[in-house]
């Protein structure tokens, strides 16, 4: 794990950018021959572990001594709101007969 602590904005800048280009090479030598998408895909996701290890710490010192409350409301939609069903075309009638 990367440690920042003590590290100035510059600083953690730089390591950041440090790491994410290491991040990015290893990730594209690793899947040459893959389609656009998958390495779009993939360089998404390891950017964010990247980033993930860098602000762990500094996360992790501001709820020290915290409690975290995480709170889901379910309510209903509008009445006016409802989901069409998409209708079947008269083709596919004809051809299930």
Known sequence: MNN???LG???V??????????????TLLSKAGKSKDEIIQILGREIGFA????????LQRL??????RISIEL???EAGHTVKKKKKKKANAKKRQ
């Open 4 to 6: 920042i602590s003590g």
């Open 13 to 26: 800048r730089e390591k950041l950018a440090s790491i994410l280009a290491n991040t990015y090479l290893n």
């Open 75 to 77: 309510v209903p939609k």
């Open 51 to 58: 980033l993930a290890a860098v602000l762990q710490e500094p």
């Open 9 to 11: 904005e510059e600083e």
């Open 63 to 68: 709820v020290d001594g915290r409690k975290i």
